[in-house]
Each structure stands twice: as C-alpha cells, then as structure tokens.
C-alpha cells in the first residue's frame, strides 16, 4: 500500500488544505493528545463518532504499520490530525462519514461482520480491492475515492507528526557544515579544490 501512496496521482493536489493549515492541525491533535494522556482520559473525537472514530485508528494502522524505524500511524497521533482536519471542513465530512459506512458495508456483505470485527486478512482482501485504482472495478469507485483520500490524510498526519519528522531523517534548521566533496569523488573525477 505504501507504494501506491507515491503513485497516487497528483496527491498534493488533492488536499484541500495548506501546509500551515496542516501543521497546525497536526500540533492541535498531538496537544490533545497529550491533554488526554496526562489525565488518562482516552481522546474524545470533535467529529467521529466513537466507531468511526475506532475504525480510523484501524484503518490507518493498516495503511502505515509500525515497522522497524518507527511507530504506527496511531502512535504517532494520525487519527487524532484526521478528525481534527475533517471536523474543519464541513465540505468533506459526509464523504468521510460515507466512506466509512461504505468500508463497513463491504465487510457486511463479505463477512457478516463491521471492518472493526474482521481479521486482519479479511480488512486487507477488501482494502487491496480499492487501494490500486487502475486495477479496481468501476462497481468500486467510491471505495477508491475514500481510500484515495484516508491513504492521503494518514500520510500527511504521520508525516507531519514528531515521530513521523524523525522517521523521514528531516534536520530542519540545524546547521551542517559543508567540507566539501569526499577525496575520493574529487580524485574520480579529476578535479580539486586548490
């Protein structure tokens, strides 16, 4: 799923909001999250409801896992950014909510249970018939059109996140110095710096 992330296309362009809306949304939800860690209150979505809002944090667990550099998408605050953001744009927040009925109808229909109830190769057999649209049925669009969209709210809350700055190396405003290429680069391609 992380390649399709990438070939998504024209993915910046698709958000509806600015980076600085983004960063801002991103360090509201890691403060709420922290208001709600230190009075070991569990978040209290503004948008979903408590199982959309389960669904979410399933969901976005599933398109970014945690892995060896880093945390889930959940850990690092992803869910938290992505009601803060819809819960801003009203333009956005039936298609969300339907997407998310859309997803747990699929899992009705297939399973006999919601997203949140199936195993985790039961989520991914539905997730993988809308995750690559050149390869989905039109029957699916509107799952492709959520998912287009949740795998680009996960990306930009994760990257926008502490941890997901660190898991991209970002240095930010440190000052590095330049000493120049290495001497075997210099020596490679004949040149020098005298």
């Known amino acids: ?10 993915a910046a362009v698709a958000f509806a909001w600015t980076t600085e809306e983004a960063l801002q949304a991103a360090q509201q939800a890691q403060e709420a999250r922290r208001q709600a860690a230190a009075t070991d209150q569990p978040y209290k979505p503004r948008f979903f409801t408590a199982h959309e809002y389960s669904t979410v944090v399933a969901l976005s ?3 970014l896992p945690k892995d060896a550099r880093s945390g889930s998408a ?3 605050g992803t869910p938290e950014f992505i009601d803060f953001i819809i819960a801003e744009q009203a333009d956005r927040q039936t298609a969300i909510r339907g997407g998310l009925a859309w997803l747990d109808a699929q899992c ?4 006999d249970k919601t997203f949140l109830r199936c195993a985790d190769a039961e ?6 018939d809308i995750a ?3 390869k989905t049925r039109p029957a699916m669009s509107h799952g492709v059109r959520f998912f287009n969209t949740m795998r680009d709210l996960v990306a930009t809350g994760f990257w926008s996140s502490e941890m997901g700055v660190k898991d991209l190396g970002y240095l ?4 590095v110095e330049w000493k120049g290429a290495p001497t075997e680069v210099l020596q490679k391609l004949g040149v020098s710096y005298e």
């Open 1 to 10: 799923m992380l390649r399709a992330i990438g070939a998504a296309p024209a």
């Open 61 to 63: 667990d599933v398109i």
């Open 74 to 76: 959940s850990e690092a």
């Open 108 to 111: 009705q229909a297939r399973f």
């Open 123 to 128: 989520r991914r057999q539905v997730l993988d």
């Open 132 to 134: 690559w649209p050149q």
């Open 172 to 175: 930010g405003n440190t000052a």
